[in-house]
């Protein structure tokens, strides 16, 4: 299975960080009913290794990967929880060596041209740009010159209201977290404004 492939098919990646348990499966159904595969559950805490496995055990059909994966050890325990995929904040190398050991697809965040380039030289295939709202649309413009052959993902900030912004500059996708699962206040929306964001998410990123 080309895991990156899917997502640039999709161009969508959802984030789910601190989302309530009685709340996990009804997004993933969404998800799966939608015809959007693919989910990332962020490791906020000992939990999100069980929250893995059981998304895995009960919807095989969706594409988990683990985020905010910070060490090789972190990227063993997610694996072995049945994570298909690894994405980090930040580039390290020592992760990305792992990833590469393992045969093990591993989106790293970036921030820099030089970050860039020694993701590159590693092989690296989709790079995750973060934070996108405070690097800005133009960012994704201004790198396609240097480097035009690369994938990017732009993450961070990312909402049905400047998404279109990131496509049109040259994000190939996004990752997206609080924008489809989360309100003003930081709590977990209802399924049918989940549903109603997504949507609205699939329509813009058609038409582009």
């Not at 020592?94 to 020694?118: C, D, W």
Request: glycine share 8%.
């Amino acid at each position: 299975m080309n895991i990156v492939k899917k997502i640039l098919d999709v161009k969508i990646l959802p984030i789910l960080r601190n989302a309530r348990k009685e709340n996990i499966f009804d997004y993933a159904y969404i998800l799966k009913e939608e015809g959007i595969n693919l989910m990332e559950i962020t490791l906020s805490d000992e939990q999100s290794f069980q929250i893995i496995q059981n998304i895995k055990d009960k919807f095989p059909e969706i594409i988990i990967g683990a985020g905010t994966v910070l060490t090789p050890e972190q990227a063993s325990k997610a694996i072995e929880a049945g994570a298909q995929f690894i994405v980090s904040p930040g580039y390290m190398e020592n992760l990305v060596n792992f990833a590469k050991s393992e045969n093990f697809l591993i989106i790293p965040g970036v921030a820099t041209p030089t970050e860039i380039m020694n993701a590159i030289l590693q092989g690296v295939s989709l790079l995750k740009i973060f934070p996108a709202i405070q690097l800005m649309p133009t960012f994704f413009k201004e790198i396609k010159g240097p480097f035009p052959s690369i994938k990017m993902m732009a993450v961070g900030g990312i909402t049905t209201d400047n998404v279109k912004g990131f496509i049109e500059a040259g994000a190939h996708c996004i990752g997206i977290g609080s924008g489809l699962f989360k309100n003003q206040l930081g709590h977990d929306v209802t399924e049918k404004e989940f549903l109603r964001r997504l949507r609205l998410l699939k329509r813009i990123l058609k038409s582009n």
